[in-house]
């Protein structure tokens, strides 16, 4: 299972992005997706988090409310909608898929995914 991460950039504080997360290798519908960034000097966190069916969503509590996670089953791709950008949100980007077909809740820890992306960089200027 390969996953290619896309969609980083610099924006200006309050700005927006959108990251995509392309995967292929595997029945993507049958993975819970989630999202994890690393700042410099930091260990990596937990950000985002979506079910296989995409009927239910998790977030750190640092986003709630200004990112949105998505997937779209038909093209293998999760989407992560970044609104309301702050300097602290500055760091790698990664997305990481689980195979657990016995959980139905979205995954929030980084040693609950099998594989993950390259990451992507997102900076926010303040």
């Known amino acids: 299972v390969q996953l290619q991460a896309s969609g980083g950039g610099l924006v200006q504080a309050g700005g927006s992005l959108r990251l995509s997360c392309a995967v292929s290798?595997?029945?993507?519908?049958?993975?819970?997706m989630g999202w994890f960034r690393q700042a410099p000097g930091k260990e990596r966190e937990f950000v985002a988090a979506?079910?296989?069916?995409?009927?239910?969503?998790s977030y750190a509590d640092s986003v709630k409310g200004r990112f949105a996670i998505s997937r779209d089953n038909a093209k293998n791709t999760v989407y992560l909608q970044m609104n309301s950008l702050k300097p602290e949100d500055t760091a790698v980007y990664y997305c990481?898929?689980?195979?657990?077909?016995?959980?139905?809740?979205?995954?929030?820890?980084?040693?609950?995914?099998?594989?993950w992306g390259q990451g992507t960089q997102v900076t926010v200027s303040s």
């Open positions: 290798g595997g029945t993507f519908s049958r993975y819970h």
């Open positions: 979506i079910s296989r069916s995409g009927g239910t969503t």
């Open positions: 990481a898929a689980s195979y657990r077909p016995y959980i139905v809740v979205p995954l929030t820890e980084s040693n609950e995914y099998d594989y």
